[in-house]
Antibody, heavy 123, light 108 residues
């Protein structure tokens, strides 16, 4: 089955760290750019970060640049988001998403989404 | 960074046509993608590269893009179309990808 499954979310104190994972299955993971998108309950989608299929280019939203790191392990079909110096405003449901176009940049449409993992930053 | 503007809400009667706009500076020169998100669910790709539909998406959903406005058109609206809709573009100048604020479609 073609799917993405996020994990690693939870409750963390402000200033703390958390590492999210996204396990991919059912497609050639190493052919596709991947992204993280977050959503505060009741609010809109916010792009967080993206990475090309070969990890040679990454991008970050200004709101997380310098605090979050994106990486992938193609041998493990996995995408990661290391989140440091977390703030209350980082509280959201975090989705991983696959870019539709293979072997391209990370600018394409997102044709596969996971169900998300919740992150709560609070004391 | 690039900004996309959507109306917060659109209402339409069943069987009628809904149009959801996405405004951005010279958005017609960019590729626009659209997603549908039902409550409690992950987003689903509806339209990619302005007007193409993934397999399984009904022909009632169509997209266009020109000038400063991209439009998602939903023909013969059904109760099941009630959802949030988001437009999405890539901004190569900033290496970022951007979502519009979302539009809640209400079927009257």
């Amino acid at each position: 089955e073609v799917q993405l499954v996020e994990s690693g979310g939870g409750l963390v104190q402000p200033g703390g760290s958390l590492k999210l994972s996204c396990a991919a299955s059912g497609f050639n993971f190493d052919d596709y750019a991947m992204h993280w998108v977050r959503q505060v309950p009741g609010k809109g989608l916010e792009w967080v970060s993206g990475i090309t299929w070969e990890s040679n280019s990454v991008g970050f939203a200004e709101s997380v640049r310098g605090r979050f790191t994106i990486s992938r392990d193609n041998a493990k079909n996995s995408l990661y988001l290391q989140m440091d110096r977390l703030r209350p405003e980082d509280t959201a449901l975090y989705y991983c998403a696959k870019v539709m176009d293979g072997l391209g940049s990370y600018m394409g449409a997102f044709d596969l989404w996971g169900q998300g993992t919740p992150v709560t930053v609070a004391s | 960074s690039y900004v996309l503007t959507q109306p917060p809400s659109v209402s339409v009667a069943p069987g009628k046509t809904a149009r959801i706009t996405c405004g951005g500076n010279r958005i017609g020169s960019r590729s626009v993608h659209w997603y549908q998100q039902r409550p409690g669910q992950a987003p689903v790709l509806l339209i990619y590269y302005d007007g193409d539909r993934p397999s399984g998406i009904p022909e009632r959903f169509s997209g266009s893009n020109s000038g400063n406005t991209a439009t998602l058109t939903i023909s013969r609206v059904e109760a099941g179309d009630e959802a949030d809709y988001y437009c999405h573009v890539g901004d190569t100048s900033s290496d970022q990808t951007v979502f519009g604020g979302g539009t809640k479609l209400t079927v009257l």
